[in-house]
């Protein structure tokens, strides 16, 4: 999925939550986020902390992130 194509800043919870929704049909999402300039906390939580505990039978592949959105991904992969 290249979330570029649905906009450059994702901030909310909200947002993570309709991105999200339906995918959990598959087994490998690849989160392309090249040209994707900001993530918010909330954002990236949701993704890789909620969402993937209550879907672990699909794992999210973040790609092509610039270092900013990358320490938000694994700051709430430490989470």
């Given at each position: 999925?290249?979330?570029?194509?649905?906009?450059?800043?994702?901030?909310?919870?909200s947002e993570a939550?309709?991105?999200?929704?339906?995918?959990?049909?598959?087994?490998?999402?690849?989160?392309?986020?090249?040209?994707?300039?900001?993530?918010?906390?909330?954002?990236?939580?949701?993704?890789?902390?909620?969402?993937?505990?209550?879907?672990?039978?699909?794992?999210?592949?973040?790609?092509?992130?610039?270092?900013?959105?990358?320490?938000?991904?694994?700051?709430?992969?430490?989470?």
């Amino acid at each position: 999925m290249k979330l570029f194509e649905i906009g450059a800043r994702f901030v909310s919870r909200s947002e993570a939550k309709r991105l999200l929704h339906g995918l959990e049909r598959f087994r490998e999402v690849v989160l392309d986020f090249a040209r994707v300039t900001e993530v918010g906390q909330g954002f990236a939580d949701e993704l890789f902390r909620v969402w993937a505990g209550a879907h672990p039978d699909t794992q999210l592949r973040p790609t092509n992130a610039v270092p900013e959105v990358r320490f938000m991904i694994e700051r709430a992969l430490r989470g």
